[in-house]
């Protein structure tokens, strides 16, 4: 798997492995639940903005979903081609995607629409590339008091001497619902779906939690990052964070 080549218009190359490894599995049940919602089977027509590794991909095709995917990162794309073989996978930005207009039935985006530089232009193309009756499905990050990792993120920024960052809008359901509709779209489901973390030992959590760090990194900041988690801990000594993605799921007017 070839993970170089990264640029600093591409931080995620270089992360695809390590990725994979501690967060590849990770959002399985908001998948599930994304597929469902979405109505995805047989030859639905699916595309994946911000694929990732792609585990929503090959989840689609095994229900036999006809899956393409977008992603910034050639690293990603590499990886997603992997798991969903045959999959028309493209490195493509989420707010200029290379499918024409009305070819697919779902758009799905999974933790991936906060990282657009503009979250509308990327949920308009969406819209644009579904058919007319066609849904666009979102799943990401519920508010901050619903995800006990963002415990870890306070106890990093409070080391830094920094404010944690504010919380992004579409981690509320009001401005995602906004920004479905300033596409034209229509929600019709929205539910919140709990995706537990968890990591085997204090280097998986560590290196899950701290990913990018080189080694002086992960040595310097890996103590913050135990001390935080020690509520999370259990007997065996592996971690288990509860939070929650929130889907929305909304039809591009037949
Ligand atoms: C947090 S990961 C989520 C990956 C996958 N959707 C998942 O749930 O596992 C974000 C992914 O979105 C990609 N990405 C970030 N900004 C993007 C953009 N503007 N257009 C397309 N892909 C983007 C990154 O390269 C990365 O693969």
Redesign the pocket.
Known sequence: MDDAHPTDD????A??GD?AAA??G??AP??AALLDAAGVGPGTRLL??????G??LADAAARGAVVAG????P??VARSLAAAPGADVRV????DLPWPDGALDVV?????LH???DPAA?AAEAARVLVPGGVLAV?GWAERDRCALDAVEAALAADDGEEVDPESPLRSEGPVRALLAGAGLAVEHVALVEVPWTAADDDALVRGLLLGEDAAGLAGRGPVVVAAAAPFRRPDGSYRFRNAFRLVVARRPG
Do not use: K, S
Request: glycine share 10%; with cysteine.
């Open positions: 591409d931080p995620w190359t992360l695809a990725w967060w590849g990770f959002a908001a998948r994946d903005v911000g694929c990732g590794t585990e929503l977008a992603d910034l990162a690293g990603m493509a930005d989420a707010e799905a985006a999974v933790n991936v990282l657009a530089d990327a799943c």
